[in-house]
């Protein structure tokens, strides 16, 4: 008996180590060829305008263990940087004893240069990303970074792990675009790298402008962003090229790691999120639905995804030229991958995050470099052209939730209607209806609101007149008669609903009971105007003491300007 159980602990001993090892074989081979992508746990963070970040980690996925990530292509490491003097370049920004190791990158660059530019990483994938076959015959990519002040031990990480982990064959070249950092150095000594290149902004011009000038410089039909603070991971490039030579119309990005601001640990992110966003255009991580995550067999398979995060993602570059770019009036950071998501969706092509790709990025708290006209101010410009531009009537929720957008200079955005235009893109209803449904839209359950004009109200008389009275501020004051419910194209108090007496500029509006047919009642916001959608007139409160009525829409006019203000 005892005999049996020896043998039988035995043969399971043997068993298991030949597991072992069948298992770091399998990470450790070179792979080739063929198709789909990957699933696998990913990192997330988000962000508001001033740059906050959540993280949500998960590092309890089956990911393979122990092994460091080695390429195939890590031994030929001194053919790479080609005669680049690598200490040189490193110590000459050198942190100095005392000084603040966050001060200048909002990272802890003491730890970032203690690395090296040369570390092994986890390989974070899900275990059966390593047996994903891929094309033999990918095309190649160029790799655009652009950067401003970026810590050169960062820099340099971000361009080695590509280096290393990456099929020489696939790397045309890397377009480091810098963006009038303070030392030209930082990036022309960089170039002495075998196949970087070094492009110099001669002022500031932001990220956005930055990628589009790194992006008309690439030579290679298919793009790949990255911020210049990355560590790619093992295969990190096959997924994503081969998603996009299959089907150009696809954008694709990583899951993306975390790498630690404080100790620069690489950590694994959950693999079931997705880019979502809420109506301040606020950019977060969520999980993916779960009807999706419900009918998942298979975790290297592509994640659909409404948003991107925005900085690492690969395109095919003549998609990106015909979709416009980027819209290159959005100013140093922010709301661009709101617009390049909308847009690429709603004409014509899809997003998604590829599992099989992992991508470390350091996540920080806030900006290490200055905005020239404000932060606030210039994430509110970009999104607010995001917003005029794509959200179609959806639009008033951002202003809702974002009030302070309101009145903002945005600057013009006649040709990215144009563009809009011009690829006959779909409507954001659709987008809504087809690519985020899970986005609630606040009609739905009614946002109450008081219209505000200056310091006055909205408000009704009885059932049916109106008028203009001093706000009541707070909650409990609130009259019920200043609350107006915005369940477009309605404007409702209870069954009430404002309404047009008649379709002619001059007409009187009154509260009559709502119907969704009646086109009296109908309304949608222009700009900061209400718009009688039938008759094409503007609500108006005729100043002095007239009562409101429709006129000419001239929502520069202080008496047709409406501030939605929401009451919770
Ligand atoms: O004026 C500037 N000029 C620049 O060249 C300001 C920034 N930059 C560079 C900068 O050096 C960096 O390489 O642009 C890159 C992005 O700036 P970060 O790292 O300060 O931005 P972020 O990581 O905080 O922000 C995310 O959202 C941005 C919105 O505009 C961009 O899309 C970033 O690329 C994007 N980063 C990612 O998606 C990585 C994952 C993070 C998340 C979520
Ligand atoms: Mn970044």
């Not at 004893?97 to 001060?103: F, L, N, S, V, W």
Request: charged share 25%.
């Amino acid at each position: 008996m005892r005999r049996i159980r020896a043998n039988a602990i035995a043969i399971l001993t043997v068993a298991w180590i030949l597991g072992t090892f069948y298992y770091l074989w399998q990470d450790n081979k070179p792979h080739s060829s063929s198709p789909s992508t990957a699933s696998q746990p990913r990192v997330g963070g988000s962000r508001s305008h001033a740059g906050r970040l959540d993280i949500h980690r998960d590092d309890s996925h089956r990911t393979i263990p122990l092994i460091m990530t080695q390429s195939p292509w890590a031994e030929q490491q001194g053919q790479l940087i080609g005669g680049f003097d690598e200490k040189a370049y490193l110590l000459e920004k050198q942190l100095k004893a005392g000084d603040d190791p966050y001060r200048d990158h909002a990272f802890n660059l003491a730890e970032s240069d203690r690395l090296g530019s040369e570390r092994a990483i986890r390989d974070t994938r899900h275990y059966r990303c390593a047996s994903v076959n891929y094309d033999a015959n990918l095309p190649p990519t160029s790799i655009i970074i652009t950067f401003h002040n970026e810590a050169r031990s960062t820099l340099l990480r971000t361009i080695k792990s590509v280096l290393m982990r990456s099929p020489p064959s696939l790397i045309q070249e890397i377009i480091l675009i810098d963006d009038f950092s303070t030392d030209p150095e930082d990036c022309q000594l960089l170039s002495q790298i075998p196949k970087v290149r070094c492009l110099r902004n001669d002022r500031r011009e932001g990220l956005i402008r930055s990628r589009v000038r790194g992006a008309g410089a690439a030579s290679a039909a298919i793009l790949t962003f990255l911020d210049s603070h990355c560590e790619v991971n093992t295969d990190w490039l096959q997924p994503m090229i081969q998603r996009v030579k299959e089907d150009h119309t696809r954008v694709v990005s990583p899951i993306i790691d975390v790498i630690s601001l404080d100790n620069f640990a690489y950590l694994a992110a959950s693999a079931d999120l997705r880019g979502g966003f809420d109506w301040s255009l606020h950019f977060k991580w969520e999980q993916i639905p779960i009807e999706q995550k419900m009918s998942r067999n298979d975790p290297t398979l592509p994640i659909r995804t409404p948003v991107i995060a925005g900085g690492i993602f690969v395109m095919d570059k003549s998609w990106f030229n015909h979709l416009g770019q980027y819209d290159t009036h959005m100013d140093i950071w922010g709301g661009e991958n709101f617009e390049l998501s909308f847009r690429v969706w709603m004409c014509g092509g899809s997003l998604e995050i590829l599992p099989c790709s992992r991508v470390g990025h350091v996540f920080r708290k806030r900006h290490p470099y200055d905005f020239p006209e404000g932060n606030a101010l210039t994430y509110i410009k970009n999104t607010r052209r995001a917003a005029e531009v794509w959200m179609d009537e959806f639009k008033q929720y951002y202003y809702l939730a974002r009030p302070s957008a309101q009145g903002k200079a945005f600057g013009s955005i006649a040709d990215r209607l144009t563009l809009r235009r011009k690829l006959s893109c779909k409507s954001f209803r659709w987008y809504m209806e087809n690519v985020y449904p899970e986005l609630r839209v606040p009609e739905q359950d009614a946002v109450s609101s008081v219209l505000r004009q200056g310091g006055l109200c909205l408000e009704t008389h009885g059932s049916d007149s109106l008028g203009l009275a001093e706000c009541r501020s707070s909650g409990a004051m609130r009259l019920q008669s200043q609350k107006w419910e915005l369940a477009e194209p309605l404007l409702r108090q209870q069954d009430l609903c404002l309404a047009i007496t008649a379709f002619t500029a001059g007409s009187k509006v009154k509260m009559e009971p709502c119907s969704n047919k009646e086109p009296r009642q109908k309304w949608k916001p222009k700009g900061p105007a209400l718009q009688h959608m039938v008759s094409g007139l503007c609500l108006d409160s005729q100043p002095p003491a007239g009562p409101p009525a429709i006129t000419q829409c001239r929502p520069q006019l202080a008496s047709q300007v409406w501030e939605p203000q929401l009451i919770t």
